[in-house]
Nanobody, 123 residues
Framework: QVQLVESGGGLVQAGGSLRLSCAAS????????MGWFRQAPGKEREFAAA????????RYADSMKGRSTISRDNGQNRVYLQMNSLKPEDTAVYYC????????????????WGQGTQVTVSS
């Protein structure tokens, strides 16, 4: 099992920035590609960003490109999501996820989920 705990969410004004952090424990962190998903009120949970085991490959949803950066620190067992130029439509619960192996595939199907952290962007 991999346990994931998110932090860093909060209330921010439009145009502001937040850095989400996810602490992983339970198994060798570098064995897993990692990702962030989000779920806005009344909507399905959607993919936001992903990173492979080494951090050399990253992927973003179109809505996140150019405004967000996913990164990881395998020594600290953490993955981060830096979000800039936040918009009210970024308001959502953000979930950290560990994929089934170290590499990214075309379908983002996590094996483990965190509990989520709320991000609210005011206009």
């Amino acid at each position: 099992q991999v346990q994931l705990v998110e932090s860093g969410g909060g209330l921010v004004q439009a145009g502001g920035s937040l850095r989400l952090s996810c602490a992983a424990s339970g198994r060798t962190f570098s064995n897993y590609a990692m990702g962030w998903f989000r779920q806005a009120p009344g909507k399905e949970r959607e993919f936001a960003a992903a990173i492979n085991w080494s951090g050399s490959i990253t992927r973003y949803a179109d809505s996140m490109k150019g405004r967000s950066t996913i990164s990881r620190d395998n020594g600290q067992n953490r993955v981060y999501l830096q979000m800039n130029s936040l918009k009210p439509e970024d308001t959502a619960v953000y979930y950290c996820a560990a994929f089934k192996g170290p590499y990214l595939s075309d379908n983002y199907d996590p094996a483990y989920w965190g509990q989520g952290t709320q991000v609210t962007v005011s206009s």
